[in-house]
């Protein structure tokens, strides 16, 4: 499975941004799809998850009410809507699939495709 991000951008503090994720050479059915994003300078971390049903979905602190995961198993798409998007949502994000278990669902580890990253950059 081969995974593509796009979306990102330039946008100031306050502003949205939609990210998507095309998956291709496979389906995303069954698979637990995740967001991950590397800041400058910093290690890797999660974002957000979504269960492949769609019907479980887990959030970093920092990001809960502003983002939402979203994904069609039906076009092979993850999307991340980005809300009120604040300076330290800068970063380098990161489409991913695996099969974790509920509870490691925010572990890159359990991971085992990964997009190429797509940048973000809100300004202030």
């Known amino acids: 499975v081969q995974l593509q991000a796009s979306g990102g951008g330039l946008v100031q503090a306050g502003d949205s941004l939609r990210l998507s994720c095309a998956a291709s050479?496979?389906?995303?059915?069954?698979?637990?799809l995740a967001w991950f994003r590397q800041p400058p300078g910093k290690e890797r971390e999660f974002v957000s998850a979504?269960?492949?049903?769609?019907?479980?979905?887990r959030y970093r602190d920092s990001v809960k009410g502003r983002f939402t995961i979203s994904r069609d198993n039906a076009k092979n798409m993850v999307y991340l809507q980005m809300n009120s998007l604040k300076p330290e949502d800068t970063a380098v994000y990161y489409c991913?699939?695996?099969?974790?278990?509920?509870?490691?669902?925010?572990?890159?580890?359990?991971?085992?495709?990964w997009g190429q990253g797509t940048q973000v950059t809100v300004s202030s």
């Open positions: 991913s699939a695996g099969r974790p278990i509920t509870s490691a669902m925010w572990n890159d580890k359990m991971y085992y495709y």
């Open positions: 050479g496979g389906t995303l059915t069954s698979y637990t």
């Open positions: 979504i269960r492949w049903s769609g019907g479980n979905t």
